[in-house]
């Protein structure tokens, strides 16, 4: 029974040890370069900048007309002693980027924001890492003078792909596209 037991265990510590690797390479296949907080006509904006590089998975796939999402997330918190974080900010956007096969045209849509098509990959991808910027708050969200915690990250939206590739993507290290949290502090200041 505990040579059994033991076994299992061993098991366990090999599985978790060659996990690790696939699970930490995974998070560096796109890095956030820039992520900022600008005020300017009464809102707080996000500006951003992103490293993303297609893999050939990704190509084929949008090649054959099947569009992939990527979703941008940002939670501004605000740090209390005796309770919770205040959460005033938790956004999330997404942009499509689909191929059409008859007019051999990328487009790329933010919905409420962007609407373009280009003629090659490499135009439609660096509309994705220069997004224009975003507007996340209110003046009237964030309190002047005070501290926030700001954390943004980008992934590939597996849950949005027809239900062969999300289990496709389960498996898959080419699907799993997602940047580590970005974090800084902001503080707004009376205008």
């Known amino acids: 029974?505990?040579?059994?037991?033991l076994q299992f265990l061993s098991?366990?510590?090999?599985?978790?040890?060659?996990?690790?690797?696939?699970?930490?390479f995974a998070a560096d296949d796109i890095?956030?370069?820039?992520?900022?907080?600008?005020?300017?006509d009464?809102?707080?904006?996000?500006?951003?900048?992103?490293?993303?590089?297609?893999?050939?998975?990704?190509?084929?796939?949008?090649?054959h007309g099947i569009p992939l999402y990527f979703k941008t997330?940002?939670?501004?918190?605000?740090?209390?002693t005796f309770w919770f974080d205040e959460?005033?900010?938790?956004?999330?956007?997404t942009t499509r980027i689909s191929y059409n096969v008859l007019t051999r045209q990328y487009s790329i849509s933010i919905p409420g924001t962007l609407q373009r098509n280009y003629s090659?990959?490499?135009?439609?991808?660096?509309?994705?890492?220069?997004p224009p910027s975003w507007t996340i708050a209110d003046k009237s969200d964030l309190s002047a003078g005070e501290k926030y915690?700001?954390?943004?990250r980008v992934m590939l939206d597996v849950s949005q792909l027809p239900k062969p590739f999300q289990i496709n993507a389960l498996n898959n290290r080419d699907w799993r596209l997602v940047s580590d949290w970005r974090r800084f502090s902001y503080v707004p200041y009376e205008k």
Request: aromatic residues 8%; neutral net charge.
């Open 1 to 5: 029974m505990i040579r059994r037991l």
């Open 11 to 24: 098991f366990l510590v090999f599985a978790t040890m060659a996990m690790n690797p696939v699970l930490s």
């Open 31 to 40: 890095q956030i370069n820039t992520a900022k907080i600008e005020y300017s």
């Open 42 to 63: 009464d809102t707080y904006k996000l500006l951003t900048s992103f490293s993303l590089d297609f893999n050939h998975s990704l190509e084929e796939t949008l090649s």
């Open 73 to 80: 997330e940002i939670e501004i918190n605000r740090p209390r």
């Open 87 to 93: 959460v005033p900010v938790s956004k999330s956007r």
């Open 120 to 130: 090659t990959l490499e135009d439609a991808l660096s509309a994705i890492r220069y």
């Open 149 to 152: 915690n700001v954390s943004v």
